[in-house]
């Protein structure tokens, strides 16, 4: 005869058997079911931007092929970190993700000195989604046809000129080391993204800047913008007759590399999921002609070549503002 002790026993280890099962499944179920319900992807920078144009080109086609609806949500300010606040404290369930330019976030969080949110510590990374060079331009009244002459004017005219970026991120630290790089000295106008800096140059507010090539190349082929040079470490074969900054400056590549992350905590099927489909849409044949017309590498890495590929900014970006001793005034 069994004890009541022992039933008791066997109710207990039955009922930790049952939980137990229910953690080790319940991902796998949950990734089964995803996507469930409509997806958000959080830019956090204003529309018309690099992040925003990939998102609207991406999103449709998840949602066709997931028949879930894909939701483009703009979030601007801070430098992103508006935005990338919201993504890192959202539930780690795959409906809210992130597409923005990492190298440039991660920028952001090096220079603030109370970062709200660690990029290697509150995301999931799930892929980089593109690699584009910063487009270097100047109004056309700039009367200089390269990066040579560019660096002629300015050093016989130090802080005459004037260069527009956003306070931090990727086209400003690009700024920082062509100007740390070549000696020459310019005034910094700062406004609230990439957008903003092409408004201010093709105004006339500023002279010259780097920003990225999905948002930029159009102003220069409609004559607004002055291209004369781009920072690829090769030519890009859309724009052949333009010469790379590494001609005239050994080395220097910039760019905007824009990378998907979802918060700390998704489930690794999910972010699997998301990877595959995502890697799967940059690889057809009109995503990749869309981007490469536009001087933009289609990428879809793996989600630990993108937590590599974080750290990396972090350590290179890190090293500049050191030997440069830049703070964000």
Not at 123 to 135: G, I, N, Q
Not at 219 to 244: D, F, M, N, Q, W
Request: with cysteine.
């Amino acid at each position: 005869m069994t004890s009541t002790n022992g039933i008791a026993l066997q109710r207990v280890a039955a009922l930790i058997f049952a939980v137990t099962v229910s953690v080790v499944v319940a991902p796998s179920v949950t990734a089964q079911n995803y996507p469930a319900k409509p997806i958000r992807f959080i830019i956090p920078f204003p529309p018309g931007g690099t992040s925003d144009i990939l998102a609207r080109l991406i999103g449709p086609r998840l949602s066709e092929r997931w028949g879930q609806q894909v939701v483009v949500d703009n979030r601007p300010g801070a430098s992103g970190a508006l935005g990338a606040e919201v993504v890192a404290r959202a539930a780690p369930d795959g409906y809210t993700l992130m597409l923005t330019d990492v190298g440039s976030l991660m920028i952001s969080q090096i220079l603030s000195s109370k970062p709200v949110v660690d990029l290697t510590r509150d995301y999931a990374p799930v892929t980089l989604v593109s690699y584009s060079p910063h487009l270097f331009c100047v109004h056309p009244s700039v009367p200089v046809a390269n990066t040579a002459e560019l660096i002629a004017l300015a050093k016989r005219r130090p802080g005459a000129l004037n260069f527009a970026s956003s306070p931090a991120g990727a086209p400003y630290l690009a700024g920082l080391m062509f100007a740390h790089r070549t000696g020459v000295k310019w005034e910094y106008i700062t406004g609230k993204g990439g957008v903003q800096s092409v408004l201010d140059v093709m105004s006339g507010q500023a002279d010259v800047m780097f920003n990225g090539m999905l948002a930029t190349l159009p102003h220069v082929k409609s004559g607004k913008l002055k291209l004369i040079a781009v920072t690829s470490e090769k030519r890009v074969a859309s724009l052949s007759g333009t010469p790379t900054v590494a001609e005239h400056v050994p080395g220097f590549v910039t760019g905007s590399w824009q990378g998907i992350l979802a918060p700390a905590g998704t489930s690794q099927e999910i972010v699997a999921r998301l990877n595959s489909e995502i890697t799967r849409i940059l690889n057809t044949a009109d995503v990749r002609e869309k981007l490469t017309v536009q001087g933009a590498d289609p990428l879809g890495s793996p989600a630990a070549e993108a937590a590599r590929f974080l750290r990396d900014e972090r350590d290179r970006w890190s090293k500049l503002i050191k030997e440069t001793g830049y703070k964000i005034e």
